[in-house]
């Protein structure tokens, strides 16, 4: 009877330790500590097409979408080498941030957008000189929004043709949102205007004295080609002389009255940015019908001026003046036509 009751007391005992040995595991047992995902950085290309104004560079994937709110963004089919790029975005509701990426190129630019008074957001993309796309002739812009509750929307994709054009020592390039008859005229230093002015590009006269070149004109009295940008330009044999150069830009024909017309000025020097400037035409904005003769010029602010510096730039010759291109005959019969 003694080695029973023994044995129930040893069984016991031993049960007991195992409820404690039970007990203690569960109060120190440890919950694994789960690490938060940490996207990793990568070296951004899309820097090398463009960049886009008074924004960040992300060096990270452009974001999935987190849900299915959908936008509306337009922008014109046609950019050019060294130029600009209006991109407008229409959204049901506030955004937050804009996401801007390129379709097969790493890293986005984050923009805090600025309301526009029809409740569109609006940004301006700067097209690289020396942006290279192979053997391909257009490139795919990704846009997406960022609304108040931090969500992003689905990915807007456009698709938009590169033109190139005469980038050279100096640049400078109109570009503008719709299709109308917006017309680039360059002073040169020196340059007094007018249509015998040999100091004076524009579509009347489209290489001076000094070798500078309007080489895209658009949209010709209203004859619409949908490319939407013009472009002068200073090669290698062109003299880039040192001094104030006077921008102006002139609406010849509204070819639709009835939309407003955004449009920028940019000037590229040496491969640089230097300046810069943003218009706009209102609805019912009148047309010119004026090559900016003398009287003009003197009565007129310029929409731009920049400053080039003398650093020992020499002439090396003197270019021809260029006979009457297409587009000033074809608005010499429409001015004809009209009188």
């Known amino acids: 009877m003694k080695k029973t009751l023994l044995s129930f007391g040893t069984l016991l005992f031993a049960v007991s330790l195992l409820v404690v040995a039970c007990t203690k595991n569960q109060e120190t047992t440890v919950e694994p500590v789960i690490e938060p995902t940490i996207e990793p950085t990568i070296e951004p290309t899309i820097n090398n097409f463009f960049n886009v104004a008074n924004a960040t560079l992300v060096e990270k994937e452009m974001p999935e979408p987190t849900s299915d709110r959908t936008i509306t963004v337009s922008m014109n089919e046609n950019t050019i080498t060294g130029g600009s790029l209006f991109v407008t975005v229409c959204s049901e509701v506030a955004v937050q941030k804009i996401l801007v990426g390129l379709k097969g190129q790493a890293g986005y630019y984050e923009v805090i957008p600025t309301q526009n008074p029809d409740n569109s957001y609006s940004f301006i993309l700067l097209i690289d000189q020396n942006i290279d796309l192979g053997e391909e002739s257009s490139f795919n812009i990704q846009v997406a929004i960022v609304d108040e509750n931090g969500d992003i929307s689905q990915i807007g994709e456009n698709a938009v043709h590169l033109i190139e054009v005469g980038t050279g020592e100096l640049q400078v390039s109109l570009t503008f949102d719709n299709d109308k008859d917006v017309d680039l005229h360059l002073i040169e230093p020196g340059g007094i205007g007018g249509w015998g002015d040999n100091h004076h590009i524009f579509y009347g006269r489209k290489i001076s004295l000094n070798g500078g070149k309007l080489d895209l004109d658009s949209n010709p009295a209203c004859h619409i080609d949908g490319i939407n940008n013009e472009n002068i330009t200073y090669g290698d044999s062109a003299y ?42 209102g609805i019912g904005a009148e047309s010119m019908h004026n090559p900016i003769d003398t009287a003009y010029v003197a009565h007129t602010e310029p929409f731009l001026t920049f400053d080039i510096p003398d650093i020992g730039q020499k002439r090396i010759k003197t270019f021809a003046p ?11 019969v429409l001015s004809t036509a009209s009188k």
Not at 270 to 280: D, E, K, P, T, V
Not at 322 to 332: D, F, T, V
């Open 240 to 281: 880039v002389a040192p001094g104030t150069y006077k921008v102006y830009v002139d609406m010849y024909l509204n070819c639709d009255e009835t939309i407003p017309t955004n449009y920028m000025v940019t000037v590229n020097y040496g491969g640089q940015l230097i300046a810069s400037r943003r218009g706009i035409y």
């Open 322 to 332: 260029a006979p009457l291109s297409e587009s000033a005959m074809e608005k010499e």
